[in-house]
């Protein structure tokens, strides 16, 4: 089991990591949930993305694992299905009550449909399980400071973000200076 890992991170030879993998499942009558997921995260590492989806459904009807899941969710989102990670990562995260990580995953999905307000909303529910998670409070902060904010100079934000830099800057005068 570790030398897949070997093979994987170390050699950085997935396809005989894959074939190590594929072996494994057969001499386990298909019925290996690790292997499987193995066999799946090879798959996505080579790009064969159909076929890791296949491998990480099967390993996940075995046995539903962390890691399984959100490799299956990369695989959807590298296949271009944000819709489909989504489902995946809201059923993960009732499954998992105590996981971060699939409503962190949610919520970056949320923002990559623009959906801020569920993102919002799963950026604090993240802070709720985890309230040292960097990302959620950056993610909350820049979104509070970019919502309906003034800049320094009185111009809303986008009018302030379009104006040059080329044009002639004033420094403010010290006190006294």
Not at 16 to 41: D, I
Not at 105 to 119: C, K, P, V
Request: glycine share 4%; proline share 3%; hydrophobic share 40%.
């Amino acid at each position: 089991m570790v030398l897949t890992d070997y093979l994987i991170y170390v050699e950085h030879n997935v396809r005989k990591a894959l074939e190590m993998c594929a072996e494994a499942t057969k001499e386990n009558e298909f019925k290996s949930w690790w292997w499987k997921a193995k066999l799946g995260h090879c798959y996505l590492k080579l790009g064969l993305l159909r076929d890791a989806e296949q491998q990480l459904r099967s390993s996940i009807k075995i046995q539903p694992v962390i890691n399984t899941y959100l490799n299956l969710c990369n695989v959807y989102l590298r296949m271009d299905v944000p819709n489909n990670a989504l489902d995946l990562m809201i059923e993960a995260s009732e499954k998992f009550t105590c996981e971060p990580r699939f409503l962190l995953g949610a919520a970056r999905i949320y923002d990559m449909l623009h959906d801020s307000e569920s993102a919002i909303a799963n950026y604090k529910k993240v802070l709720v399980l985890d309230s040292s998670s960097v990302e959620a409070i950056a993610c909350l902060g820049a979104h509070a400071f970019y919502s309906d904010q003034v800049s320094y100079d009185g111009l809303p934000i986008e009018e302030a973000n379009s104006i040059s830099l080329s044009s002639t800057c004033r420094i403010p005068a010290g006190n006294g200076d």
